[in-house]
């Protein structure tokens, strides 16, 4: 069993070091198949941009993007910015995938920062917990949840050689305009 936990690289049982706030870099893939589904706004801020791969998946699709991390992986600004104490409200749209364990948090200070659209990567058991749903969704429902039809991959430490997902993932989308039920719409990504 523990074979098989190490090389699937779950939780901590794995035997690879973890970088801060346990890094897990996003197949770039997922930002076009979110595009498909919302449009945005020309700026966005990708507040936990890692090494990069969502932003520079925005750049080529023609967003002005504001790369920011709270640790520096090689990309973005070089200035660590912790995006949970910042206050300065953003003129555009926010998209990352955050830190999990700071995922509620995220979404509350996205949406206190922009009075437009915020897209957040999430495991899809971020739906669950009385908890999220007391802080969260009962007075700031998504508009929208994107729920992939096929495991897409997560890296942790962008380790690329591990094949496979054992995590459903979705985008969460909010849009400060949208009033109405949520959203269910899968992505087709077969």
């Given at each position: 069993m523990n074979n098989t936990i190490r090389t699937l690289g779950w939780s901590s049982?794995?035997?690879?070091?973890?970088?801060?706030?346990?890094?897990y870099s996003t197949d770039p893939s997922a930002i076009d198949?979110?595009?498909?589904?919302?449009?945005?706004n020309h700026n966005?801020?990708?507040?936990?941009?890692?090494?990069?791969n969502l932003s520079k998946r925005l750049i080529r699709h023609g967003y002005n993007v504001k790369s920011t991390d709270k640790y520096y992986r090689g990309y973005g600004e070089r200035e660590s910015i912790d995006f949970l104490k910042s206050?300065?409200?953003?003129n555009g749209d926010i998209i990352t995938n955050p830190p999990y364990k700071?995922?509620?948090?995220?979404?509350?200070?996205?949406?206190?920062?922009t009075d437009r659209k915020v897209a957040m990567f999430f495991k899809i058991n971020f739906l669950e917990s009385r908890r999220r749903y007391e802080s969260l969704f009962r007075d700031n429902p998504?508009?929208?949840?994107?729920?992939f039809v096929k495991r897409i991959q997560c890296y942790r430490n962008d380790d690329r050689s591990i094949k496979g997902s054992t995590v459903?993932?979705?985008?969460?989308?909010?849009d400060k305009d949208y009033e109405g039920d949520t959203i269910l719409e899968w992505i087709d990504n077969i």
């Open positions: 049982h794995s035997e690879y070091e973890t970088q801060p706030e346990g890094f198949y979110l595009l498909q589904h919302e449009t945005f966005i801020w990708e507040c936990a941009c890692g090494n990069g206050h300065d409200s953003f700071h995922s509620t948090e995220f979404v509350l200070k996205a949406l206190e920062l998504p508009k929208k949840v994107l729920p459903c993932y979705a985008w969460f989308v909010w």
